[in-house]
């Protein structure tokens, strides 16, 4: 009613009537409530149990522990300039499946600028808190400018905030994603030197 909630019409006549209302989409939110806590109880299970020491026989001393090496070092890798077009081109078509066209565009292109150039690596780190917080000072304002209350209606007063924060969101798996195949590349170097 009067764009916002649903409402019905009840004929009014002799007698009682019973009406059941039930909102079907409300089971899977439960579902979603209930995983997520199960989710939660069993993370601080794990965060409060404690570790059991494991038997030791007497003739049997427990092996000496691994030696661990450092995890080599992304920072300094970079890609050919074939490849990190290759990984740019790749990541702007993987952000064009949830981002406007544009915002693709630029992801590909900050990809493959960090892939090339460790500098550029700086600008894919901080680029998802600068557009986070674009985010948050546009809603600030719309908020003050236009009155619009914190409520379930956000998503449609402030859709234009939605591709930016989407974007940060995506710079951030781009990053890790870079990051790992850096770190794989410069692992896979040094065990060929």
Same mark, same amino acid.
């Given at each position: ?15 009682? %009537? ?5 909102f =079907?989409? *409300? ?23 404690? &570790? *059991?020491?494991?038997?030791?026989? #007497?003739?049997? !001393?427990? !092996?000496?522990? !691994?030696?661990?090496? &450092?995890? !080599? ?12 077009? $290759? ?12 981002? &406007?066209?544009? +915002? ?8 493959? %600028?960090? $892939? ?11 680029? &998802? $808190? ?12 719309? *908020? ?6 914190p409520?379930? =209606?956000?998503?449609? =007063?402030?859709?234009r ?12 798996? %781009?990053? $890790? +994603? ?8 410069? #692992?896979?170097? =040094?065990?060929?030197?």
């Open positions: 009613m009067d764009g916002f909630a649903t409402g019905w019409l009840l004929p009014t006549g002799a007698g009682t %009537a019973t009406i059941t209302l039930r =079907e989409p *409300q089971r899977r939110v439960d579902l979603a409530l209930g995983l997520s806590a199960l989710g939660a109880a069993v993370a601080l299970a794990l965060v409060w149990r404690r &570790p *059991q020491p494991l038997p030791v026989a #007497d003739d049997h !001393p427990l !092996p000496s522990a !691994p030696v661990l090496r &450092p995890l !080599p070092r992304a920072g300094d890798a970079r890609l050919r300039p074939i490849e990190a077009g $290759a990984t740019g081109v790749g990541g702007a078509i993987l952000a064009a499946l949830v981002l &406007p066209p544009i +915002a693709a565009v630029a992801v590909g292109a900050l990809v493959g %600028a960090a $892939a090339r150039w460790p500098a550029a690596r700086w600008a894919l780190r901080l680029a &998802p $808190a600068a557009l986070v917080l674009v985010v948050g000072a546009y809603v600030v304002v719309w *908020q003050r400018r236009y009155g619009i209350l409520g379930l =209606e956000w998503p449609a =007063e402030l859709r905030g939605h591709p930016v924060a989407a974007t940060a969101v995506v710079l951030v798996g %781009a990053d $890790a +994603a870079l990051s790992a195949l850096l770190r794989r590349r410069t #692992d896979r170097s =040094e065990r060929e030197h």
